[in-house]
């Protein structure tokens, strides 16, 4: 017979789900319960196509599912401007707490939002949890789709690669916003990064399995294990994009997985210092791109203070050291998507993906930044 | 003890069911003959003979003509089961504990509950008792409340019983006031489920103390979906019913799961 008894302990989600609902039910008022059952519950995947295979029968089999390409359903529409209030005044009054200068605030960039191209993400409708059956390799050997959290796919499209960029993946493994990345077919060299040597070998496996051996030659694509706050010892000032994808309290995994979590009694102290690491690892990314070039910050947490926080942070560290950059605003994307992905309302720097049942991705969080000087 | 002037099946008079014989048991004219209609059909005197049976014992308990007749309609096989054991049954049922008026109350709900052979019932209540340390009284308000427990399997209701004592914290007086049993295992679940993923429900623990004040048992199960939703889970009915949908594959897969371990 089945038995139903007490709850087994779970010390590290236990530990990670108090933790959320000290930060976040304040953060989040009341959109955090939906959030936290969204968190607690199936996660939805999406398939980021690989333009690197012949996905025509994929993409039909895709589409008979009732899956769409919620990329392209928005590059139907008019190009995406600026909507809504101006999010200049919100910089400014994120600088009036202090935490940051005026100088950058009043940096609001309002040009029209230009975005990656060629990226395609199947993804099922709102409430449809259908899930994918897992991709399967075509006749050269590579896979016709990539399966992650449809939101990741979003730092990467704001990175905005175009034809002849050179990119920075500064925390890249195990490498899902890299083969998004790569599918724009418009990055002159891209230079991938993860501090951890076995996650580095994984990413490597994952890019053999997406990208034709050609486009992996060393001219064109670099793989290191460098630790990214060290980045400016190598280089500086040198690429169009880079993006900072950086390790983070993962608060999905950390509320319903015992392994491997950040929550876990012996790793108090890395989980405290994340917040630092996040700040170096940033500003690493800002000296490293050109002046004019442009940054994304993204993590997969809810934290404000591993989000806003360290932009600001990263902001101000910059400024004293003589980079001056500007927040590019983000509310184009926010207003094309929110049919897609549920965002979170009123966010001072940036935008977050927040879980929602009905559409369960995120949590991504995102920022943009562009580099004046 | 009987009304004058009726005259009752079971007596010689009314061996014959006539639409004249119906109205005599105060049966209204349509009533009569919607009655006749289906002993018609039964065919042979012993089909008749059983309907009569049905009948006394339906109008011995009490039951007016148009419950008596609602009673057959939702549970045909009544007409086929013998008087002694009908009897038996309810007599059975009476020790139980369900006195008059619950007793009919019970019969005209779920008239099902006699063509249970008492052997069933017994090892319903038995179970309930020893595995769910229900009192005898509780077991009694149980069957009144909830009479389709005699029915269920037994697997089944020692897992809803489990799940709300260990997983929900609640004792067995309140699993009583809650009619707890009514609810399919499947809704009790989901509801507890919405609301604990939500932060809104804490299993109690051993001192039987919660961070936050949990909605009582009876609240999550006798609200209508709407008033569960905006009152206690605060939640809309995409998200619940996507979440319904996510439950439901959850736990076929658990369900897998232990199947594989125990093939093991
Ligand atoms: C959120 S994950 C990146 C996910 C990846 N961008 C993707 O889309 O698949 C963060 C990564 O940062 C790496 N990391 C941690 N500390 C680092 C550091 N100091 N420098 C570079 N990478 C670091 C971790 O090994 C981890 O793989």
């Given amino acids: 017979t089945k038995w139903a008894t007490s709850l087994p302990r779970y010390p590290n989600t236990n530990m990670a789900l108090q933790n959320f609902d000290a930060a976040y039910g304040l953060q989040l008022g009341r959109l955090w319960p939906s959030v936290r059952c969204g968190l607690l519950s199936q996660k939805k995947y999406g398939a980021l196509l690989n333009n690197f295979c012949d996905h025509r029968?994929?993409?039909?089999?895709?589409?008979?599912?009732?899956?769409?390409?919620?990329?392209?359903?928005?590059?139907?529409?008019?190009?995406?401007?600026?909507?809504?209030?101006?999010?200049?005044?919100?910089?400014?009054?994120?600088?009036?707490?202090?935490?940051?200068?005026?100088?950058?605030?009043?940096?609001?960039?309002?040009?029209p939002l230009s975005l990656s191209s060629d990226i395609k993400c199947f993804v099922f409708p709102r409430g449809?949890?259908?899930?994918?059956?897992?991709?399967?390799?075509?006749?050269?050997?590579?896979?016709?789709?990539?399966?992650?959290?449809?939101?990741?796919?979003?730092?990467?499209?704001?990175?905005?690669?175009?034809?002849?960029?050179?990119?920075?993946?500064?925390?890249?493994?195990?490498?899902?916003?890299?083969?998004?990345?790569?599918?724009t077919q418009a990055i002159r060299f891209l230079s991938v990064n993860d501090s951890s040597v076995s996650r580095t070998s994984r990413l490597k496996n994952v890019l053999h399995s997406f990208i034709p051996n050609h486009l992996l030659s060393t001219d064109r694509l670099r793989v290191t294990s460098l630790d990214g706050t060290q980045w400016a010892e190598f280089e500086t000032n040198t690429y169009d994009r880079v993006l900072v994808d950086v390790p983070c309290t993962t608060d999905r995994h950390s509320a319903t997985e015992e392994d491997n979590n950040i929550f876990s009694k012996i790793r108090t102290g890395e989980r405290k210092r994340l917040p630092q690491l996040q700040t170096d690892l940033l500003l690493a990314g800002i000296k490293a791109a050109r002046p004019g070039g442009e940054v994304v910050y993204s993590t997969c947490s809810l934290s404000q203070l591993q989000n806003q926080y360290v932009v600001q942070q990263a902001l101000q560290l910059a400024r004293q050291e003589g980079i001056h950059l500007q927040v590019v605003s983000l509310q184009p994307l926010v207003h094309m998507l929110s049919g897609t992905f549920n965002f979170a309302p009123d966010l001072l720097l940036g935008e977050m993906v927040v879980p929602h049942l009905t559409a369960n991705f995120g949590p991504i969080y995102m920022c943009k930044l562009r580099r004046l000087c | 003890?009987?009304?004058?002037?009726?005259?009752?099946?079971?007596?010689?008079?009314?061996?014959?069911?006539?639409?004249?014989?119906?109205?005599?048991?105060?049966?209204?004219?349509?009533?009569?003959?919607?009655?006749?209609?289906?002993?018609?059909?039964?065919?042979?005197?012993?089909?008749?003979?059983?309907?009569?049976?049905?009948?006394?014992?339906?109008?011995?308990?009490?039951?007016?003509?148009?419950?008596?007749?609602?009673v057959l309609e939702k549970c045909p096989e009544l007409h086929h089961i013998k008087e002694s054991q009908l009897t038996q049954r309810i007599n059975h049922l009476r020790k139980l504990g369900l006195v008059e008026g619950s007793l009919q109350r019970v019969v005209a709900h779920y008239p099902q509950i006699l063509t249970v052979p008492v052997k069933r019932v017994k090892t319903v209540v038995l179970f309930i008792r020893e595995k769910c340390l229900f009192t005898v009284q509780q077991v009694a308000e149980i069957i009144r409340d909830s009479p389709a427990v005699v029915l269920e399997d037994l697997g089944q209701l020692e897992y809803k019983f489990q799940y709300v004592f260990f997983r929900m914290g609640v004792k067995q007086a309140e699993m009583v006031k809650s009619k707890l049993f009514r609810f399919p295992l499947e809704?009790?679940?989901?509801?507890?489920?919405?609301?604990?993923?939500?932060g809104l429900y804490q299993t109690p623990d051993k001192k039987g103390q919660t961070l936050i004040e949990n909605p009582k048992l009876s609240q999550i199960l006798h609200t209508d979906r709407e008033t569960y939703l905006v009152d206690i889970a605060r939640g809309t009915a995409e998200e619940y019913d996507t979440f319904g949908k996510m439950m439901a594959r959850e736990w076929q897969e658990e369900e897998r799961r232990e199947r594989d371990i125990g093939a093991d």
Wanted: aromatic share 4%.
């Fill in chain 1, 128 to 183: 449809d949890i259908t899930r994918f059956k897992s991709a399967r390799p075509d006749q050269s050997r590579l896979l016709s789709y990539y399966l992650l959290d449809a939101a990741s796919v979003l730092p990467c499209l704001v990175l905005d690669v175009q034809e002849g960029h050179s990119v920075l993946d500064l925390c890249a493994a195990p490498g899902g916003k890299t083969i998004a990345l790569l599918q």
């Fill in chain 1, 57 to 111: 029968a994929v993409v039909s089999d895709l589409q008979d599912q009732g899956c769409g390409d919620f990329v392209g359903a928005t590059q139907l529409e008019a190009p995406i401007s600026p909507m809504g209030p101006e999010r200049g005044g919100v910089s400014e009054d994120m600088a009036d707490s202090g935490e940051t200068e005026k100088s950058h605030g009043g940096n609001q960039d309002s040009t």
């Fill in chain 2, 187 to 198: 809704e009790v679940r989901c509801r507890h489920c919405f609301l604990e993923r939500r």
């Fill in chain 2, 1 to 70: 003890q009987h009304d004058h002037g009726k005259s009752y099946p079971g007596q010689p008079v009314a061996r014959e069911l006539s639409v004249r014989s119906f109205l005599d048991m105060g049966f209204t004219d349509t009533q009569a003959e919607l009655l006749h209609d289906t002993v018609s059909k039964a065919k042979g005197s012993a089909a008749a003979q059983q309907t009569l049976t049905s009948l006394t014992a339906l109008f011995v308990l009490g039951l007016n003509p148009s419950s008596v007749l609602k």
